[in-house]
């Protein structure tokens, strides 16, 4: 049986950012700046005054996206979390034959791997600056907890859509990939947004699925962005999987149901799920197209 330490509201018009986004921002624009040659005092005074002029309607991914393209047009660094990425993918890979016996010696191999899935979230440089993980799945407790109906939808399922998040998460996402035992879309981002893994890195990843880019390069999937060959796999797949903070703040409102699995990073949007700030969520947010 489904177990809900706290329940999501039934519905949610649109994730909005919170006044807290901005010195979020701020400190993400510094980590990043030190990954492409030091803190220019003028590049992030010019942050600084686009910030100022926030309008909080946008979702939180929207400033870190902000912060990004300037610091990329005035550096002239296209991937400034290249080398990390790379890092996380080696690191993950070397525990992955861990993770695959954690899932065969299981008493229930699918819960197992969607919380090695989950457990994969908390490598973000982009929240934390850090992709220590540990291993411990004792630790992982699903504050939101939608796997029947996840076990429910998956029998029917002929065809899976994984909306991937950042590199070295997917190491652990592939365990839950392999577990679901049908044909699985993976979409990754065009182009460089911080640590988010992109058609560039999927070859590290030893995945062996489909992978389509998603049309854009920056956080999360906003639909009217998206490549057309994108937007047909949303909306024709049986079951959509979206992982990671981004992906939820541009799809929590999109047209059609969603499996939304993830950390919750920041107090903004743990208020939104109705859990804890820390707690990881499995939830489906059952919105139909139309």
């Known amino acids: ?16 950012a919170a006044p807290e986004c901005i010195p979020c921002a701020i400190h993400f624009a510094i980590r990043t700046m030190r990954r492409t040659g030091g803190v220019k005092e003028d590049v ?27 610091i990329r047009e005035h550096t002239g660094v296209r ?27 299981a008493d229930d191999p699918l819960l197992c791997a969607v919380k090695i899935s989950a457990l994969g979230n908390t490598i973000d440089l982009g929240v934390s600056g850090s992709y220590e993980v540990d291993l411990d799945l004792n630790k992982i407790n699903l504050a939101i907890n939608d796997i029947d109906i996840f076990r429910e939808r998956l029998k029917t399922a002929k065809r899976i859509l994984f909306i991937a998040d950042n590199a070295g998460e997917i190491i652990f996402d592939r365990v839950l990939i392999e577990e679901l035992h049908k044909p699985v879309v993976v979409a990754v981002k065009s182009g460089p947004i911080i640590n988010d893994i992109t058609i560039e890195e999927v070859e590290e990843t030893g995945i062996n699925a489909e992978f389509i880019e998603t049309g854009t390069a920056s956080l999360g999937v906003e639909l009217e962005k998206v490549s057309p060959e994108f937007k047909k ?21 999109a047209d059609r149901d969603i499996f939304f699995l993830l950390r919750a990073k920041c107090e903004i949007v743990a208020e939104v799920l109705g859990v804890r700030k820390g707690d990881i969520v499995f939830w489906y947010s059952k919105k139909q197209a139309g």
């Open 233 to 253: 796999v949303f909306y024709e797949s049986d079951v959509v999987i979206s992982k990671g903070h981004a992906n939820f703040e541009t799809l929590d409102d």
């Open 1 to 16: 049986m489904a177990v809900r330490v706290r329940s999501p509201p039934l519905f949610i018009l649109k994730m909005r």
């Open 79 to 105: 991937d400034p979390y290249k080398k990390d990425k790379h890092e996380q993918n080696q690191w993950a890979l070397s525990v992955y034959p861990e993770l695959k016996r954690m899932v065969e010696e």
């Open 44 to 70: 992030l005074r010019e942050i600084i005054k686009k910030l100022g002029d926030f309008d909080l309607s946008h979702p939180p991914s929207y400033f870190a996206n902000l912060v990004f393209d300037v």
